[in-house]
């Protein structure tokens, strides 16, 4: 079971799920099976999940970013509001 997943797929899964592979190997045959099922959707799960949370993250920085520049935008417009204020005033 464990050598059907490539070396860099194994990297991305925590070590308990890695060890999981390697008792399910272990078992009989006739059990292998069903507890193979349930593990590739276990796999698949962190897999999924991992990837949201990747999304998520770029989002979240992305989302960073913008907010300094229009923070950056506010500071600019007002300034260009007292110096405009300043000379109306003059």
């Known amino acids: 079971m464990n050598s059907r997943l490539p070396e860099n797929e194994l990297d991305e899964l925590p070590r308990e799920i890695i060890d999981f592979a390697k008792h399910i190997a272990a078992l009989p ?6 507890m193979e099922t349930a593990y590739n959707r276990v796999v698949d799960s962190v897999r999924r999940r991992r990837r949201i949370l990747g999304l998520v993250q770029e989002a979240l920085a992305q989302l960073r970013l913008d907010i300094k520049y229009l923070m ?3 500071e600019m417009t007002r300034r260009e509001r ?3 204020r300043e000379q109306l005033g003059d």
Do not use: G, R, T, Y
């Open 29 to 34: 045959d006739e059990f292998q099976d069903d």
């Open 82 to 84: 007292d110096e405009l």
């Open 72 to 74: 950056f935008d506010l």
